[in-house]
């Protein structure tokens, strides 16, 4: 019984032993509360009397986090240990210093629970509430977002004085960094509520200071269910979707996504835009299977249809049909061409490529080594009289 909470107690006493005192606290006693003491959380954080470098001293397993507090992270039979210096004197200034109430409470050496702002209560009643709201937000706005996206995770509600509060400060979400705003917003798509808190960012206005500002009155989100929506990034497209409608594309630049998911995420919005999951089979093949899926459902998402069995399975079938699937399944690969055609130019060995695989998929010619050299013999004959002219 609570095999995780009870080694994380214990730890408390190992590190007593070496005259630090540490407390349990964060989101793993939220999560304790919350689903009981057998649950496994993700983190172990523990707020120490002691600083990162003295943690290493009597650790030398730890290693310190790059990042603005004294953070040192040890892992120990088994468990990640997150240790980092108390704010303030003592623990009762640094549980006044947290964010929202189901966040400030501890865990000592003896068990006991330290709980001065009736945390334990508002996670029970499912109510999210700053412990200091006026200070909460204006101290990070960041924690708009992370208390919305507590809303998406765990279906809670936030009570007034703390929504009053999110209102108050939105504003001042500007000059947040874009890094931290795309990851907190990453989370809260996650969320099995995230339509709930969509609407409550709504209320809030805070998609007119993203970094992408969407200048409008409220946003109809009761039409769109986000939550039917499969994975990351099919949420994030639906997202901008709901916010930018056809301009999404355009905006990526303004997130900092990296170059893989800008592209994924393009796709997405331009395939919904141009209704590319109807077009011909090579739109579907440059797609790749996994994407051009994406797109079918995300398209039919839009509009609020939800395919039935027997479509979903003739858009497989329309997949499955395509004589190659990647670019690897051609039957003549770049040494062949090269070897046949030693003097092609580098321009016209990748257009070479493109009209061989198009024309494979779209059915014109067969996947055969044969008449794929056949074919670019033709090509090559014909770039040669371009040359001549």
């Known amino acids: 019984m609570g095999k995780a909470y009870n080694e994380a107690v214990t730890f408390l006493s190992l590190l007593k032993k070496h005259d630090i005192t540490g407390w349990l606290v964060g989101g793993c006693v939220r999560d304790w509360i919350k689903n009981g003491r057998d649950y496994m959380p993700r983190d172990l954080d523990i707020t120490v009397n002691a600083s990162a470098e003295e943690i290493k001293l009597i650790f030398n397993r730890a290693h310190r986090m790059s990042n603005r507090h004294e953070t040192a992270v040890l892992h120990h039979r088994g468990h990640v240990y997150e240790l980092t210096a108390l704010k303030g004197a003592g623990i009762s200034e640094d549980l006044a210093a947290r964010d929202f109430t189901c966040n400030a409470m501890a865990v ?94 709504d209320t809030f206005r805070l998609f007119e200071h993203l970094p992408e500002p969407v200048q409008a009155g409220p946003l109809c989100l009761w039409r769109y269910q986000i939550n039917k929506l ?114 092609l130019s580098s321009a016209h060995y990748g257009r070479l490529l493109y009209v061989l695989e198009k024309k494979v998929v779209i059915g014109e010619i067969a996947n055969k080594k044969e008449q794929l050299l056949e074919e670019a013999a033709i090509f090559v004959k014909e770039r040669g009289k371009e040359s001549d002219a």
């Open 108 to 201: 000592d050496v003896n068990g006991n629970l330290l709980d001065p702002y009736d945390g334990a209560e508002a996670v029970h009643s499912g109510f999210i509430k700053a412990v200091d709201p006026s200070r909460c937000f204006r101290e990070d706005p960041l924690r708009i977002l992370r208390a919305l996206r507590f809303v998406s995770q765990f279906g809670w509600s936030m009570d007034s004085r703390t929504e009053a509060a999110c209102i108050k400060e939105i504003k001042e979400l500007r000059g947040t960094a874009v890094e931290r705003i795309k990851d907190e917003c990453s989370l809260l798509l996650q969320g099995s509520f995230a339509e709930r808190a969509l609407r409550m960012a």
């Open 230 to 343: 499969d994975d990351g990034l099919m949420r994030w497209a639906g997202l901008f979707l709901i916010l930018y409608g056809g301009k999404g594309s355009a905006v990526l630049g303004s997130w900092s996504f990296s170059n893989k998911w800008k592209k994924e995420l393009r796709h997405l919005l331009e395939a919904v835009k141009n209704h590319d999951y109807k077009q011909d089979s090579y739109t579907l093949f440059r797609a790749g299977r996994e994407q051009a899926v994406r797109g079918y459902l995300l398209h039919q998402w839009k509009y609020d249809y939800t395919p039935s069995e027997k479509e979903l399975e003739s858009f497989y079938a329309r997949l499955d049909a395509l004589p190659i699937k990647t670019k690897k399944d051609l039957a003549l690969d770049g040494k062949d061409i090269l070897r046949h055609f030693p003097d």
